[in-house]
């Protein structure tokens, strides 16, 4: 791959976001979901599951007497609530947002050993315990959600005392696990502290940091297996002892550049988007391949339509291809999450459409419909079709739940929710020496950072309930600059132009490339055509056969028994239906609606006693069908909801 394409994402503090849509989600997480998680981090909401998170550290630090309570990661929902928090008062300083932080960063690492150890887990419950089950306890997990964290934190406020705590840390983990004589040769059974050491490393520049990174990686799935040997030597269990996953459960059956998607779908995203951060540094080309290899497979093959992945409740996990059941599906929110961190890093690695088409499509559809349209409940869950009664009384679906929830046990979707919708400027944009890439469109003032000077863009548009963007640039260097605008995947037809007249552009790898040396106050438009378009599966995809699914711009939809009745199953679209598009200014801040004709199936005529009967033409009647965004379903009550429709 040529090195010169790779790009860097812009910071934070260039990127000013004005638009309804993004705006109106990052003001909800920095008004609604952060105050919302430090109550329910601290177990102060009303009739939801107790954290104990809090609590555990400061029992840790001796500030409180206690047990351990929660699960043995529980100390990363606060790393992510953290690092949300840094990411909001980027764009939006809040002094008492601030001192909160600051005195649950003193709680943090008033806990901290005197050698730099910082887990609560074993801190409260048994110390000699500690680097002795890597496979399942989760220290280096939770390591690198605090590594993330304090980087984020000190790039907002300028403070290091948990920056300062987190190196002391990662010196200890570097003396005692890596490659060396007497080390332990593992790596971690929940992957996420392989991308945080990248992000420590950009601050340090310490090439320890850096090393262990990619020591992680090499080292994973390497023979003898060290989950294996781990087991063995300290008497550990194996839950996935009889699974057909084992070892892959964790990504750890065969080496990194081996692999394909396999096993825990967050586990797996998280350990591909650190491999791509490790190719970008270190340019390794077998690192590059086989991240490209895997994105490739995972989604051509395993992505459902809503950018969600992890199709198996049983390990949360991927399965085989084509396998996307929208019933029992699992599609935690994390699983999208960490697909457009992965999204995100292979546009790093090189700026492709496809990429920010995925990332896109998570975004606006597999992550958000993880928060209630008030932000104050959450689904882990994101199925593509619900029937109430299944969720509540069939076993295999269980974990289908039909009302988002105020909180969990487990709780790592919300924060991790909180972190990337504050953080979205970083995944709109990124550059290379004078070339700026736009991947999403956000009404907003972005200013970038070039090797020759500074070029400003403030953009206006409606997106993504209509294709019109409008830019001006304000700010130009007095060199030549290439401004790459991204035409989605899903768009057939598209104009630009400067300053009212068609432009001159050449179009590579899905994006317009306009370069020139431009003048402050030229205006750029992009028209995205944006029809109603009627997807199928590929014939592969069992469960899809003969059904159609909704989608206009980057937004799937979804029909509703609020606005259709029940028995969404005997609902048919006709393959020529036509849609008429709906601005509805009440429902859920001015989502646009969808309305087309329909079919459903008549059961007048069947007698009620009878199970089986001879086929006979089957009898429709015409009604009218209401589409709402996927995104959006489950805000006015429990119901059937589903996304793949019959085709009639």
Known sequence: MDGRKMTNPLNLRDVKITGNFWKDFMEKVRTQVIPYQWEALNDRIE??????????????????????????????????????????????????????????????????????????????????????????????????????????YYHATGKDKLLNAMIKYVDLVDSLIGAGEGKIHGYPGHEVVEMALIKLYEVTKNEKHLRLAKYFIDERGKQPLFFDLENKKHGNGFHWEKSPFRFAYYQAAEPVREQHPVGHAVRAVYLYSGMADVARETG??????????????????????????????????????????????????????????????????????????????????????????????????????????????????????????????????????????????SYAYSKNENNFYMHLYIEGDVKIELSNGTLGLSVKTDYPWNGSIAMKITEVPEMPVTVALRVPGWCKKFDVKLDGKAADYTVNDGYVYLNGTFASGTDITLELDMPVLLLESNPRVRENAGKLAVQRGPVIYCLEEADNGKDLHRIYVPADTAFTVEDAPGFFGGAALLSSPGLRLVQSDWDTETLYREANTPEFENISLKWIPYYLWANRGPGEMAVWIRKK
């Open 47 to 152: 009739n939801a599951e107790p954290s104990f998170c809090m609590k555990n550290f400061r029992v840790a630090a001796g500030r409180e007497e206690g047990t351990h309570n929660g699960c043995v990661f529980q100390d990363s929902d606060v790393a992510k609530w953290l690092e949300a928090v840094a990411y909001s008062l980027m764009w939006h300083p809040d002094a008492e947002l601030e001192a909160t932080a600051d005195c649950a960063i003193d709680d943090i690492v008033a806990a901290q050993q005197p050698d730099g150890y910082l887990n609560t887990y074993y801190i409260i419950t048994d110390l000699s315990r500690r680097f002795t089950n890597l496979k399942d306890h989760h220290e280096l997990y939770c390591l690198g959600h605090f590594i993330e964290a304090a980087v984020a």
């Open 284 to 425: 390794d080309p077998t690192l590059i391949e086989a991240c490209e290899r895997i994105w490739n497979e995972m989604t051509h093959r395993q992505m459902y339509v809503t950018g969600a992945i992890g199709s198996s409740e049983h390990g949360e996990a991927f399965t085989y291809d084509y396998d996307l059941p929208n019933d029992t599906v699992y599609a935690e929110t994390c699983a999208s999450i960490g697909l457009a961190f992965f999204a995100q890093r292979m546009l790093n690695l090189s700026p492709k459409g496809e990429y920010a088409d995925v990332l896109e499509r998570s975004l606006f559809n597999g992550i958000i419909s993880g928060m209630s349209a008030d932000g104050k409940s959450f689904f882990y869950v994101n199925p593509l079709e619900v029937l109430p009664e299944a969720s509540e009384k069939d076993y295999l679906r269980r974990h289908v739940k039909v009302e988002r929830q105020k909180w969990f046990g487990c709780s790592c979707c919300p924060p991790n929710l909180a972190r990337i919708l504050t953080s979205l400027g």
